[in-house]
C-alpha cells in the first residue's frame, strides 16, 4: 500500500487540472470583514507560473502550513476538496499553482504541500525526478534515506525543527516521485506508518 501512495497522489494531481471533486464553499464561514482585512492572499493569487519556483516547510506561495482551509477557500484560493483518511483533507490550489501542488488539511489547518512536478524545488534545489543519492550530495548530514515500518518502502527526508522534507519513491522508476513538505506530525508520521484507507 505504501508503494502505491505516490500513485494516488500524482493521480489527484492529475484530475485537479482535469475535473474538480468537489468545489469549496464561496465563504466557508468567514465573515466578509475579516476576508476583506486581509486581500494579500487574493492579490497572489494572479501569480505568474514563474513564480511557482519554491516548495518549502513553511509551504508555497500562498498556502502556508498553518493556514485556515475556510480562509483559503473564501480567498478564492481552494479549487475542489476530497475526504482522506483519518480526518485529513486534501484540496487542490487555483491560479498558477493549480495542478501543481496537493494540499493536506487535519482540523482545518494545512498541515502539508505536495507536488509530483517540477517546479517546484525546495530552497536547496531538490525537485522531483532526482535520485536519493543527488539529494544526499544536495543535503548531506541535514537529510537521511529512511523506510517506513513496513519496511516496504524508502523515503529521503530533511528534517526542520518541527517540520520535514519529504522525497518519496517514483512507482516505476528509481528516484523521488513525490515531494511533500509540512508539519513532522502529519508528513513523517503519514510516511512511516502508512495509511489504513
Request: proline fraction near 6%; charge should be positive.
Given at each position: 500500500m505504501n508503494r502505491l501512495w505516490p500513485t494516488i497522489l500524482t493521480g489527484l494531481l492529475a484530475l485537479a487540472t482535469v475535473a474538480p471533486v468537489t468545489a469549496a464553499p464561496?465563504?466557508?464561514?468567514?465573515?466578509?470583514?475579516?476576508?476583506?482585512?486581509?486581500?494579500?492572499?487574493?492579490?497572489?493569487?494572479?501569480?505568474?507560473?514563474?513564480?511557482?519556483?519554491?516548495?518549502?516547510?513553511?509551504?508555497?506561495?500562498?498556502?502556508?502550513?498553518?493556514?485556515?482551509?475556510?480562509?483559503?477557500?473564501?480567498a478564492g484560493l481552494i479549487d475542489w476538496t476530497a475526504a482522506g483518511c483519518a480526518g485529513v483533507r486534501h484540496a487542490g490550489a487555483t491560479g498558477?499553482?493549480?495542478?501543481?501542488?496537493?494540499?493536506?488539511?487535519?482540523?482545518?489547518?494545512?498541515?502539508?504541500?505536495?507536488?509530483a512536478t517540477v517546479p517546484p524545488r525546495s530552497p536547496a534545489g531538490a525537485s522531483v525526478g532526482m535520485s536519493f543519492a543527488e539529494l544526499e550530495r544536495i543535503y548531506g548530514r541535514r537529510g537521511a534515506l529512511i523506510r517506513n515500518d513496513a519496511g516496504d518502502a524508502e523515503a529521503y527526508l530533511v528534517r526542520f525543527g518541527s517540520r520535514v522534507e519529504l522525497f518519496t519513491g517514483h512507482p516505476i522508476r528509481p528516484g523521488v516521485g513525490f515531494y511533500e513538505a509540512g508539519a513532522a506530525s502529519h508528513v513523517e508520521r503519514a510516511f512511516r506508518q502508512g495509511t489504513s484507507c
Open positions: 464561496a465563504s466557508a464561514g468567514v465573515p466578509a470583514a475579516r476576508a476583506a482585512a486581509d486581500p494579500a492572499p487574493a492579490a497572489r493569487m494572479g501569480a505568474s507560473a514563474a513564480e511557482v519556483e519554491v516548495l518549502s516547510v513553511r509551504g508555497a506561495g500562498p498556502y502556508r502550513i498553518g493556514a485556515r482551509l475556510d480562509r483559503l477557500a473564501a498558477a499553482w493549480a495542478g501543481v501542488v496537493l494540499l493536506a488539511f487535519r482540523d482545518g489547518r494545512l498541515v502539508s504541500v505536495g507536488t
